[in-house]
């Protein structure tokens, strides 16, 4: 597998509809620890992708619409956190500065809590 041609399709894939994103999001997580070099040269492609769907709007959904909407949202929220624990990610300006708007954002506050513990 060619990783660095991987990279574009996968960055394309976050932006994907619902199901797509989910496989996307659990990609990134493992290349965090198996492939960080590739994940950290990609890492402004996926800032837009991840933020779009963090910042989905419930509209009029309830019960197992919303429940599986926030599953969504906290999976972007996953990924983020994982690629921000990669030293170098953060050094890249548009990466760091997503993931300080999404800390400084109450609506994230119960998600980012769930995932450090």
């Keep these: 597998l060619d990783i ?4 574009p399709v996968l960055a394309k894939a976050l932006g994907d509809v619902e199901d797509v994103q989910l496989q996307a999001h659990q990609i990134v997580i493992s290349m965090c620890t198996r492939q960080p070099a590739y ?14 769907t963090m ?6 959904k309830t019960g ?3 429940e599986r ?7 972007a929220v996953r990924t983020m956190v994982a690629i921000s624990k990669l030293e170098e990610a953060m050094n ?5 500065d997503f993931v300080a708007r999404t800390r400084a954002n109450s609506k994230f ?3 980012l809590e769930a995932i450090a513990e």
């Design 92 to 96: 890249n300006r548009k990466f760091a």
């Design 4 to 7: 660095a041609a991987f990279m």
């Design 39 to 52: 994940v950290i040269s990609a890492v402004e492609s996926f800032v837009e992708p991840l933020e779009k």
């Design 69 to 75: 909407l926030q599953e969504w949202v906290k999976s």
């Design 64 to 66: 197992t619409e919303l």
């Design 55 to 60: 910042f989905k709007k419930a509209g009029t």
């Design 109 to 111: 506050q119960p998600m």
